[in-house]
C-alpha cells in the first residue's frame, strides 16, 4: 500500500509553480507554438470528453496526434480569459480546474475544463485533459 497523502498541504511555492507553467503554456498557445507546448507534455496524453447526449470517451495521443491536432487550434488570435485552481492530490500530482471565457469575432464562449498535471524531474508536464463536448 502506498504511503498516504492524505491532507497534503501544497506552499505558496507549489501553488505558484502551477500557475507560471500556465502562464507558460498560455503564451505558446497564443503564438501557436505546438511544438513548445507539447514540450510541455507528458505522452502518450490523455484526453477525456463527452458528446451532447452525456456519452463519455477517452483516448491517448502521441507527440505527433497532438502537434496534428493543436495545430488547427490555437494562435487563431482568440482572446482567452481563465481562473485557475489547482487542487493538488500530492506533491507530485495536480488538477486543475479551469474558468474561462473565449472572445472569437465579437463572441463570449464560456469553457470549463480540467488538466492533470504531473511532476516529473521538478518540473509540471500536462498528461490528462478533461472537457466536455468535443466528442460529436
Do not use: C
Not at 34 to 59: C, I, K, Q, Y
Request: aromatic fraction near 8%; proline fraction near 4%; hydrophobic fraction near 40%.
Amino acid at each position: 500500500m502506498p504511503p498516504t497523502v492524505d491532507g497534503f498541504e501544497p506552499t505558496a511555492e507549489d501553488v505558484a509553480s502551477v500557475h507560471e507553467w500556465f502562464a507558460r503554456y498560455d503564451a505558446l498557445a497564443a503564438k501557436g507554438d505546438v511544438e513548445g507546448m507539447a514540450d510541455m507534455a507528458m505522452f502518450p496524453l490523455n484526453s477525456v470528453t463527452d458528446n451532447a447526449a452525456g456519452n463519455g470517451s477517452a483516448r491517448q495521443s502521441s507527440r505527433e496526434e497532438f502537434v496534428r491536432e493543436m495545430a488547427g487550434v490555437v494562435g487563431d488570435g482568440a482572446e482567452m480569459r481563465s481562473v485557475r485552481t489547482p487542487h493538488f492530490l500530492s506533491k507530485g500530482l495536480v488538477f486543475v480546474i479551469t474558468e474561462a471565457t473565449v472572445e472569437v469575432d465579437g463572441v463570449t464562449h464560456r469553457l470549463r475544463y480540467g488538466d492533470l498535471l504531473v511532476r516529473r524531474d521538478g518540473a509540471w508536464h500536462f498528461q490528462t485533459m478533461v472537457q466536455g463536448g468535443w466528442g460529436e
